[in-house]
């Protein structure tokens, strides 16, 4: 084996190609896991018409932030125990609440449930491409985490503005945006684990999962605009 890749100190040998082989096995299986609570909290949002936003847009943003960020912190300091899991699977659960409202207009549609499956087989395509691209690629691409955070903060601020705005040439070109920025974000998480940027599988999978979240619900949104149909 490689030198690059083995390290002896005193007796103990280190096989880092074996961890970072291992981080990255877990994030597709706990990635994989974490589908299933989103599902069943988009689907226990549409049900029970679930909104943050009905009354109040920015104050609902602000919740949503307060707890997004709540839950990003705990995990952060339970990153290495089955908390840790326990609250990742949590916070998907919320984001599929979250979901619901986009996923429900989306249902109102004649052709609702074709437009949620293409946008379902868009983001595993852009997901597959991409992680392949960062895995096998000799390019460097964590470079990119600076101007991919910028990049985030600026829709961000965009999409605060089209609170009161209501235009919806900016939400497309806010979602086209997104889906550029976080299919960007792909290459840049999954290389950081195939070069051991990243050796927490717990901590990788929230920043895929953020990565295929906003994909999905852009790319949903597009759809929404462009090919939804009415009876």
């Not at 946008?119 to 991409?130: E, K, P, R």
């Not at 070109?173 to 290389?191: C, M, N, R, W, Y």
């Amino acid at each position: 084996m490689s030198e690059l890749n083995r390290y002896n100190f005193g007796s103990t040998t280190v096989d880092y190609t074996e961890t970072r082989h291992r981080v990255l096995r877990n994030t597709y299986w706990l990635l994989a896991l974490s589908m299933i609570p989103t599902v069943i909290g988009a689907w226990l949002g549409v049900q029970f018409n679930f909104s943050f936003f009905a009354a109040s847009p920015f104050m609902g943003m602000i919740f949503f932030l307060g707890i997004a960020f709540g839950f990003f912190y705990a995990i952060e300091k339970t990153k290495n125990s089955g908390v840790g899991v326990a609250l990742l699977l949590g916070f998907t659960f919320f984001m599929g609440l979250m979901l619901s409202r986009l996923i429900g207009h989306v249902l109102g549609f004649s052709n609702g449930t074709a437009l949620i499956m293409t946008a379902f087989g868009g983001t595993a395509t852009i997901l597959t491409v991409m992680a392949s691209i960062a895995t096998v690629s000799k390019r460097d691409f964590t470079g990119m985490g600076k101007w991919l955070t910028m990049g985030v903060l600026v829709i961000m601020v965009a999409a605060v503005a089209n609170i009161w705005l209501q235009l919806p040439a900016l939400q497309l070109a806010i979602s086209t945006i997104a889906i550029g920025i976080f299919s960007a974000f792909i290459l840049h998480d999954v290389q950081r684990i195939v070069t051991g940027g990243e050796t927490n599988y717990v901590m990788a999978t929230l920043g895929l999962y953020l990565n295929v979240y906003n994909i999905f619900a852009n790319l949903l949104s597009i759809l929404g605009i462009f090919g939804g149909e009415r009876d």
